[in-house]
C-alpha cells in the first residue's frame, strides 16, 4: 500500500513539471510541496498504522484517540 500512495506524488510532480517548463525552481518548488502534502496525507490515511498515528498526535499535544476530537468540541448554550 505505500508503493500506492506514491502514484498521487508522482502525478503531482509530473504536473508541477509540465505546468511550469521554463521555471525550473517553481516546477521543484512547486512538486515538492504540493506533492510532500499530497504525501503526507496519503500515508496518514493508509499507509501508517493505528499506533504510529497515536503516538505522532501524543508528541503533538493532543490527548485524544484517532478519530475523536483532543477538546471537547460539544457547544453549550447557557441562557442570561
Known sequence: LPLLCNVP??????VARVALPTHD???LLTGVLGGGAVLAVTYWLWALPSSVKTRIL???GRRGSIGEPA??????????
Open 58 to 60: 501524543r508528541r503533538l
Open 25 to 27: 525552481v517553481a516546477a
Open 71 to 80: 477538546v471537547d468540541a460539544r457547544v453549550t448554550c447557557e441562557s442570561a
Open 9 to 14: 506524488f508522482t502525478l503531482v510532480l509530473i
